[in-house]
């Protein structure tokens, strides 16, 4: 079965980095853009970055862009999100989502908490 992994989340100063990775499996990975979503209490879903299959074709919300890269690596199965000079607002549950097989596909999420 499709199954999508996060790891990498945790608790950083403003201004700090962290990697968020997710691990897919139960398909054929290679083939399907991958996107990183995150949301905050009280707040929507909001599309962070996507990364098309190839990752040639990259894109990103304009509240991210320069700080944050999206990359993949299909070899491995993986997609990661770099978060660099991190904002207090940033701070939200991120989720791995593809659309593969026919169905949006989530994983569990990550915490990620920018607080000083």
């Known amino acids: 079965q499709v199954q999508l992994v996060e790891s990498g989340g945790g608790l950083v100063q403003p201004g700090g980095s962290l990697r968020l990775s997710c691990a897919a499996s139960g398909f054929t990975f290679s083939r399907y853009g991958m996107t990183w979503y995150r949301q905050a209490p009280g707040k929507e879903r909001e599309l962070v970055a996507f990364?098309?299959?190839?990752?040639?074709?990259?894109s990103y919300v304009d509240s991210v862009k320069g700080r944050f890269t999206i990359s993949r690596d299909n070899a491995k199965n993986t997609v990661q999100l770099q978060m660099n000079s991190l904002k207090p607002e940033d701070t939200a549950m991120y989720y791995c989502?593809?659309?593969?097989?026919?169905?949006?596909?989530w994983g569990q999420g990550t915490q990620v908490t920018v607080s000083s």
């Open positions: 989502k593809t659309y593969a097989l026919g169905n949006d596909y």
């Open positions: 990364i098309s299959s190839a990752g040639n074709s990259r």
